[in-house]
C-alpha cells in the first residue's frame, strides 16, 4: 500500500465533479428515452403518467440531483482555483450549466408543470401534441448540451495540478 499514489484535492474534486456530473446524465439519458416518449405520445391522453394518486412527479429528484451536483461542482471550482488553465476550462463550463439550468427552470420546469395540472382526456389535442412534441425534442438539445458540458469537463483531468495563478 506504501507506494499507491495520492491525487491532489483539485484532481479528486474535479473527478467527484465529473462522476456526478454523470449520474445526472444517466437519468436524463433514462428519463428522456423511456419516459418522455410516453408521456409526448397523445396528449392529454399521454399525460395520465402524471395523474394522481399515482402519478410520476420527478420534481423532488432533480432538485435533489442537480444540487448534489452543483455542489459538487463548485466544490471542485474552489479547489481548482489556483489551476489557471483547469479555472479557464471550468468557469465557462459552469457558466454554460448555469445558463441551461436557467434554461430549465423558465421553459422546461413550468411547462411540465402545466401539463402535469391538465385533466385526463381521450380526445386528442393538436395543440397540445405539438407543445409537447416541441418540449420533447428541445429536451433532447438541452440533454446533448449537459453530455457535451461533462466531456469538456473531462479535459481538464488531463491539465497538471501545479498552481499557475
Not at 416518449?37 to 429528484?61: E, N
Not at 448555469?98 to 382526456?121: C, D, G, K, M, N
Not at 409537447?132 to 466531456?151: C, K, P
Request: glycine residues 4%; proline residues 4%.
Amino acid at each position: 500500500m506504501g507506494n499507491t499514489y495520492q491525487y491532489p484535492k483539485a484532481t479528486r474534486w474535479l473527478f467527484y465533479s465529473i462522476c456526478a456530473y454523470f449520474i445526472m446524465n444517466g437519468a436524463q439519458l433514462w428519463e428522456t428515452a423511456i419516459m418522455v416518449p410516453a408521456w409526448t405520445a397523445a396528449p392529454p391522453s399521454s399525460f395520465i403518467f402524471f395523474q394522481k394518486p399515482y402519478g410520476l412527479d420527478f420534481k423532488m429528484f432533480w432538485i435533489i440531483v442537480h444540487g448534489i451536483h452543483e455542489s459538487v461542482f463548485i466544490t471542485a471550482l474552489i479547489f481548482n482555483w489556483g489551476i489557471k488553465s483547469r479555472r479557464k476550462l471550468m468557469v465557462p463550463l459552469f457558466v454554460a450549466h448555469i445558463a441551461v439550468r436557467i434554461w430549465t427552470l423558465t421553459y422546461f420546469a413550468p411547462l411540465i408543470t402545466e401539463f402535469q395540472q391538465l385533466s385526463y382526456s381521450d380526445t386528442l389535442d393538436i395543440n397540445l401534441q405539438e407543445k409537447a412534441a416541441q418540449w420533447r425534442n428541445l429536451n433532447y438539445v438541452r440533454v446533448a448540451i449537459f453530455f457535451a458540458l461533462n466531456l469538456l469537463l473531462i479535459s481538464g483531468l488531463k491539465i497538471k495540478e501545479e498552481n499557475n495563478g
